[in-house]
């Protein structure tokens, strides 16, 4: 079998999974907080300020990455649960599980994030614009897999019911990207490149990228740390959980 | 095979329905009562009315629906014979499809009629009332496909209760939007067709769509 494969496979398994992610979240927390601290520090002190914002467009350096993740969370919980339904993996019926607390947070910081700014710059702390609403939508979406996960007592038919509740409103992430575009919005248009030009200056855009990447890397920390711990849980009854929990000689 | 379980389905549906001939009509009350709070709620004058009926009628119409969702897989859950759909020779997807239409032709389609009465009593502009039927006709099947995936994740527990509104609530919202948005376009003199193929186009995704994640759903909570 080829390495990778291997690796793949191993990594399905509870025990496996357990050293991996005990292994690799603080690692990813760290690395995370040194890169967003390295993007803070340039958002906050080196960027210049804006010719008509002034200081107060800083906070998009948390806006945005964070409104990123909401959606790349989303996207990637209801891959996992795709992957839990279809070969009931139940190590992505955990993980996709674990993603959504996180990504609700981040969905919960993007509109907070949001609205402050929104208060000075549009006059108002919330406007019914089709970018805020969607956000919001995506928020009970969370909200919603969240409480249909803990409402059903067995924990594996939880997690997949959810998971395909999760599927089911992946429909909305299509419509959060592209609703600055379809509909005429008070939200700004789409500014930011992965590829191409981006519509801001090319100084402003280094702690951006290393804001992203920071938020990626604190998400796959707190995605592992989660489902290490939910992996416990779940495997409480299993003699390798009960060695860890013995005290070492 | 599949028309003659359909068939058999429908007839023992109606014959249901028929035996509690009372509760058939509780959908169409309780969207009556909606409509009467907020009338009495905004202070009943007709200026004021007019200017929100669109937007009322369709709450009142989505929350009635919401209501019935619980119905929708309960009994048949409650006294076993879901698990004989799981055990029918015809797809489960194609029972939940017919299940849909038949709760929608019973518990949506007595409020589509009563709507005219509705936006009467709201004072809505008459030439209003076309394109708020419109916006009806296909948004309220559209409501009771998503509600049918909700109603099945939350079959397999013992009590919805508030879950069932807090998850379908969310996926209304676009439906909801698009509805009562075509008749506000309406209002305004713009064209309300754009907002009304939306809701087309969301039908037609959802006729195909949502019986099989409902399906999808049933196996789960049954399992």
């Given at each position: 079998?080829?390495?990778?494969v291997?690796w793949?496979?191993?990594l399905?398994?509870?025990?496996?999974?357990?050293?991996?992610?005990?292994?690799?979240?603080?690692?990813?927390?760290?690395?995370?907080?040194?890169?967003?601290?390295?993007?803070?520090?340039?958002?906050?002190?080196?960027?210049?300020?804006?010719?008509?914002?002034?200081?107060?467009?800083?906070?998009?350096?948390?806006?945005?990455?964070?409104?990123?993740?909401?959606?790349?969370?989303?996207?990637?919980?209801?891959?996992?649960?795709?992957?839990?339904?279809?070969?009931?993996?139940?190590?992505?019926?955990?993980?996709?599980?674990?993603?959504?607390?996180?990504?609700?947070?981040?969905?919960?910081?993007t509109?907070?994030?949001?609205?402050?700014?929104?208060?000075?710059?549009?006059?108002?702390w919330?406007?019914?614009?089709?970018?805020?609403?969607?956000?919001?939508?995506l928020?009970?979406?969370y909200?919603?897999?969240?409480g249909?996960?803990?409402?059903?007592?067995?924990?594996?038919?939880?997690?997949?019911?959810?998971?395909?509740?999760?599927?089911?409103?992946?429909?909305?992430?299509?419509?959060i990207?592209?609703?600055?575009?379809?509909?005429?919005?008070?939200?700004?248009?789409?500014?930011?490149?992965?590829?191409?030009?981006?519509?801001?200056?090319?100084?402003?855009?280094?702690?951006?990228?290393?804001m992203?990447?920071?938020?990626?890397?604190?998400?796959?920390?707190?995605?592992?740390?989660?489902?290490?711990?939910d992996?416990?849980?779940?495997?409480?009854?299993?003699?390798?959980?009960?060695?860890?929990?013995?005290?070492?000689? | 095979?599949i028309?003659?379980?359909?068939?058999?389905?429908?007839?023992?549906?109606?014959?249901?329905?028929?035996?509690?001939?009372?509760?058939?009509?509780?959908?169409?009350?309780?969207?009556?009562?909606?409509?009467?709070?907020?009338?009495?709620?905004?202070?009943?004058?007709?200026?004021?009315?007019?200017?929100?009926?669109?937007?009322?009628?369709?709450?009142?119409?989505?929350?009635?629906?919401?209501?019935?969702?619980?119905?929708?897989?309960?009994?048949?859950?409650d006294?076993?014979?879901?698990?004989?759909?799981?055990?029918?020779?015809?797809?489960?997807?194609?029972?939940?499809?017919?299940?849909?239409?038949?709760?929608?032709?019973?518990?949506?389609?007595?409020?589509?009629?009563?709507?005219?009465?509705?936006?009467?009593?709201?004072?809505?502009?008459?030439?209003?009332?076309?394109?708020?039927?419109?916006?009806?006709?296909l948004?309220?099947?559209?409501?009771?496909?998503?509600?049918?995936?909700?109603?099945?994740?939350?079959v397999?527990?013992?009590?919805?209760?508030?879950?069932?509104?807090?998850?379908?609530?969310?996926?209304?919202?676009?439906?909801?939007?698009?509805?009562?948005?075509?008749?506000?376009?309406?209002?305004?003199?713009?064209?309300?067709?754009?907002?009304?193929?939306?809701?087309?186009?969301?039908?037609?995704?959802?006729?195909?769509?949502?019986p099989?994640?409902?399906?999808?759903?049933?196996?789960?909570?049954?399992d």
């Open positions: 079998m080829h390495p990778v291997r793949f496979h191993q399905g398994s509870p025990p496996y999974f357990e050293r991996f992610a005990a292994r690799w979240a603080p690692i990813a927390y760290i690395a995370g907080l040194l890169v967003m601290a390295y993007g803070l520090y340039g958002a906050l002190f080196v960027v210049p300020a804006d010719y008509q914002q002034g200081d107060s467009f800083r906070i998009l350096y948390i806006h945005v990455p964070s409104a990123w993740m909401s959606m790349a969370a989303f996207a990637l919980m209801a891959l996992y649960a795709a992957i839990a339904l279809i070969w009931r993996i139940k190590l992505c019926e955990i993980l996709a599980m674990a993603c959504a607390p996180v990504g609700a947070a981040f969905t919960l910081i509109l907070a994030t949001g609205s402050i700014w929104g208060k000075p710059m549009w006059g108002t919330w406007d019914w614009d089709p970018r805020l609403t969607t956000e919001l939508i928020l009970f979406l909200l919603g897999v969240i249909l996960y803990n409402a059903i007592d067995d924990r594996r038919n939880a997690s997949r019911a959810a998971g395909l509740l999760a599927i089911v409103g992946v429909a909305l992430l299509p419509v990207h592209y609703s600055v575009t379809w509909w005429n919005s008070l939200h700004q248009g789409q500014t930011i490149r992965l590829f191409g030009q981006s519509h801001m200056d090319p100084s402003m855009l280094p702690p951006l990228w290393a992203v990447i920071g938020t990626h890397l604190w998400f796959v920390g707190s995605l592992l740390a989660r489902a290490r711990a992996n416990l849980r779940r495997e409480s009854g299993k003699d390798w959980v009960a060695k860890l929990a013995e005290p070492r000689a | 095979m028309w003659s379980a359909a068939k058999a389905l429908m007839i023992r549906d109606l014959r249901l329905l028929w035996r509690r001939r009372g509760d058939a009509l509780q959908p169409a009350l309780f969207a009556l009562l909606v409509v009467v709070l907020f009338a009495l709620a905004l202070g009943g004058e007709a200026q004021a009315l007019a200017k929100v009926a669109a937007a009322v009628l369709w709450l009142a119409v989505l929350l009635a629906g919401l209501l019935a969702l619980d119905t929708l897989f309960r009994g048949d859950a006294d076993g014979s879901l698990e004989q759909w799981l055990l029918a020779p015809v797809p489960l997807s194609w029972l939940v499809l017919v299940r849909t239409f038949m709760h929608w032709a019973t518990t949506a389609l007595p409020l589509l009629v009563a709507t005219p009465f509705l936006a009467e009593l709201l004072h809505l502009p008459h030439d209003q009332l076309p394109v708020l039927l419109a916006s009806l006709a948004g309220t099947p559209l409501l009771s496909l998503l509600g049918a995936v909700v109603a099945a994740l939350t397999g527990m013992r009590r919805s209760g508030i879950l069932i509104a807090l998850l379908a609530l969310p996926l209304y919202v676009p439906i909801l939007v698009f509805g009562a948005g075509s008749v506000a376009a309406a209002a305004q003199g713009l064209d309300p067709v754009g907002a009304l193929l939306l809701l087309g186009a969301g039908l037609v995704l959802a006729l195909v769509l949502a099989l994640a409902a399906a999808a759903a049933i196996r789960i909570a049954l």
